[in-house]
């Protein structure tokens, strides 16, 4: 399938807001197990593939299990520069250390050493220990520990916002549709 055609309005709006650091910013929505809505901030890590958003995680968070029973979520992206929102629907797919470790050890090594620190800190969520220790860097050759998880969002449905335009535009694009693009009232 040729790239879908939202991917190109992604980029120029990622170019406008490329100065910024949260233009790498978005927001996960996940199904808990009681039914009820959560929502958190990720690190957009890239693509894997032309429709297939990359993130990372920790296993141990609150998020990794409300995948196992609810695997359908929504990302909300802005771009506060371009004036412009994202929203992706599709399923998560999770891959470990011990299911693909060239896979994780690829992915661990394109963080920094900072960033790969977290996942040596103690179970996020947990009561804090004043006692425990939080490094603050983790080295490239390090291996990636079993709670780290490569996040693989397949998306199936995309509604665009761009409020550069008078009346606002607003356009949905379906995996089921072939991408075709639909016009919708903002
Ligand atoms: C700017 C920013 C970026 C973040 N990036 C990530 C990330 O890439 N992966 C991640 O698991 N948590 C990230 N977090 C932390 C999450 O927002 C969240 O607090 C944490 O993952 C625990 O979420 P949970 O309890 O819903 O599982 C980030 C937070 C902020 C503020």
Redesign the pocket.
């Given at each position: 399938m040729p790239l879908p055609p939202w991917r190109p309005l992604l980029k120029a709006a990622q170019q406008r807001d490329s100065r910024s650091p949260?233009a790498r910013?978005l927001q996960l929505a996940?199904v808990s197990r009681d039914g009820t809505p959560?929502v958190?901030?990720?690190?957009s890590?890239g693509w894997r593939s032309d429709d297939q958003l990359l993130?990372?995680?920790?296993a141990r968070?609150?998020?990794?299990g409300?995948f196992s029973h609810q695997s359908c979520v929504e990302v909300c992206w802005l771009f506060a520069k371009a004036k412009q929102q994202f929203r992706f629907r599709g399923a998560i797919s999770t891959t470990n250390p011990a299911e693909d470790p060239l896979l994780c050890q690829h992915y661990w090594a394109t963080m920094r050493d900072s960033g790969r620190a977290?996942w040596a800190w103690p179970d996020?969520?947990a009561d804090l220990d004043p006692d425990a220790s939080f490094p603050s860097e983790l080295p490239e050759q390090s291996t990636p520990p079993d709670h780290f998880l490569v996040l693989t969002l397949q998306v199936s449905a995309v509604d665009h916002l761009d409020l550069t335009h008078h009346p606002h535009r607003r356009r949905r694009w379906l995996v089921a549709d072939q991408w075709r693009e639909r016009r919708l009232n903002p």
């Open positions: 949260a910013w996940t959560r958190r901030t990720l690190v890590r993130l990372f995680t920790d968070s609150e998020k990794a409300d977290l996020p969520g």
